[in-house]
């Protein structure tokens, strides 16, 4: 498996092969391959722009694809463990086989006008 030096000297090659592809980029994507291109490693990027160093990879190897004829690839949101995937008061959260999770309303109490 090349380190991250080398997978880092590919992107910039192949953002090379398309002048003034970090103009045609969105918002912070353009600043990233910018900065890429003048030779900055993307921990650096990533630290300086307040970005995760995956997002910084992703944006690189997307634009090395565009700048290649090809199109970039688009991540897939799924939910995990515990992902909020039913709409509703409850967010889709019932009874957890632990006892409630206190999800349902407050109990009235008696003589207190209910809102």
Do not use: C
Request: net charge negative.
């Amino acid at each position: 498996m090349p380190s991250t030096d080398e997978q880092l000297k590919r992107l910039v090659e192949q953002l090379q092969q398309m002048p003034g592809i970090e103009a045609t980029l969105p918002g912070d994507q353009g600043e990233i391959v910018s900065l890429a291109l003048e030779g900055r490693p993307v921990y650096e990027i990533a630290n300086d722009l307040r970005l995760a160093p995956d997002y910084v990879w992703e944006v690189l190897g997307n634009a090395a694809r565009m700048a290649a004829g090809k199109a970039p690839t688009e991540r897939a949101e799924v939910g995990g463990l515990g992902s909020d995937t039913d709409p509703g008061v409850t967010g889709g959260y019932g009874d957890t086989g632990f006892g409630a999770i206190g999800n349902d309303g407050p109990i009235p109490v008696p003589g207190e006008p209910e809102e």
